[in-house]
């Protein structure tokens, strides 16, 4: 009996330690980066469901940019520049970058003269890590490389990611 209630104790303060990260995210001061989490999320013309969807989005990790907050509403805008508000719990603080422009290479160090590990073609998706002085790590799908911010579009103009 004493081991079920030590693991009840012991589930409490984990489920209480992840309900803080989730208020603590709800509380970032936009604008910020964020993701699309969700398979499927609908952007709407107003902070609620009663609000007609104006936009679907089918594809995960999307960057989008969270302009302003409510709670439990983001307004957000996408890549293509449309804004509306979508569910906060839609929304990942996953950092994600789209390819923008012609086809881009993916160096093996955040420098011109690198050599090219991969070429991704505009409108690809990646997890971006390590931004700086105008350079971000990407992974799409296990492949990564340095791309230059001026080729994605979810990082701002000088930003740094740790």
């Known amino acids: 009996m004493r081991s079920v209630k030590g693991f009840g104790i012991v589930a409490a303060l984990v489920l209480a330690v992840a309900a803080a990260g989730v208020a603590e995210a709800q509380q970032r001061t936009p604008p910020y980066w964020a993701s699309v989490a969700a398979g ?14 104006v936009w679907l989005y089918v594809r995960a990790d999307l960057p989008i940019r969270v302009i302003a907050s ?13 804004k509306g508000w979508v569910q906060a719990n839609l929304l990942s603080e996953r950092r994600t970058a789209i390819v923008r422009g012609g086809i881009q290479p993916l160096r093996t160090a955040p420098q011109e003269s690198a050599a090219i590990a ?27 490389g340095f791309i230059s911010t ?11 990611v740790p």
Do not use: Y
């Open 40 to 53: 499927k999320a609908r952007m709407r013309t107003g902070p609620g469901r009663q609000f007609p969807a």
């Open 150 to 160: 001026d080729h994605i579009w979810g990082v701002g103009t000088g930003e740094t």
């Open 70 to 82: 409510v709670p439990n509403w983001r307004r957000i805008e996408d890549p293509d520049g449309a």
């Open 118 to 144: 991969w070429r991704v073609e505009p409108g690809v998706v990646g997890r971006i890590s390590r931004c700086g002085d105008g350079w971000c790590r990407l992974d799409v799908a296990g492949r990564g």
